[in-house]
């Protein structure tokens, strides 16, 4: 497991805010990650959450505060070389929907020179790391389902080996059966490799199972960090309460958060 160089977290916000026009979606945000910490971002739509993730991977810069990496800043000037240590898998996949899984998996291995033995045993390596056949490789994105499409974008975002992973509602686009079954080979996976992951989910469920510990957002602010316990036993507002009874409804309804 890799760790900050100087023993710190392995991503942190201080005081951040990042607002679009007249909306602020992050209002002066500080947040600590531990390395080798599984966090789950959860919280209602228009919260923050993939605003959150974006600033963390330095797609977007804040207009006010800092964001570090590892124990350095994240800039504009150093967020590319910076974000090659870290794996980013979205909702929808993200794949090229021209290049095969195999080539959307290797494209910046090859960009940046990797001998092809390298690349054909790491592929071998991330193919039995998340349950997926090597011959699924050669098909265009087109021609997998949702669940074998995104474990190829996590493949695509392990590549590198990346010390942390962030992952914006990486199951969210999948029927029950199928998030069920990546939920299970998530939760073996992070527990596996070790690294930081930060996963942003609109479901309290799937944050209890994957996240050792989940951030509750509302308005670009955090209203309570802690375990699902202390969400349950001792909510910081009345919205945590709302929020919790909300997402208890709708399992019992049998629906998805």
Known sequence: MQVAADGGPAVELTDVSRRFGEVE????????VAAGQTLALIGPSGCGKST????????LTPDRGEVSFEGSAL????????????????QTGGLFPHLTAKDNVTLLARYLGFEPGKLEARLGELAELVR????LL??????????QGQRVSLMRALMMDP???????PLGSLDPMVRAALQEDLRELFGS???TVVLVTHDLAEARYLGERIVLMRGGEIVQDGTYEELIERPASEFVTEFVRAQRLMTDAGGTA
């Open 163 to 169: 010390s942390v992973l962030l992952l914006d509602e």
């Open 75 to 90: 800039t504009a000037a150093s967020s590319m070389e910076q974000r090659r240590r870290m794996g980013y898998v979205v």
């Open 138 to 147: 050669e098909r265009f994105p087109g021609q997998l389902s949702g669940g």
């Open 52 to 59: 959150l993730l974006r600033l963390m991977n330095g797609l």
């Open 132 to 135: 997926l056949p090597l011959d």
């Open 25 to 32: 979606a992050v209002r002066e945000l500080s947040l600590r």
């Open 193 to 195: 490799l070790g690294k």
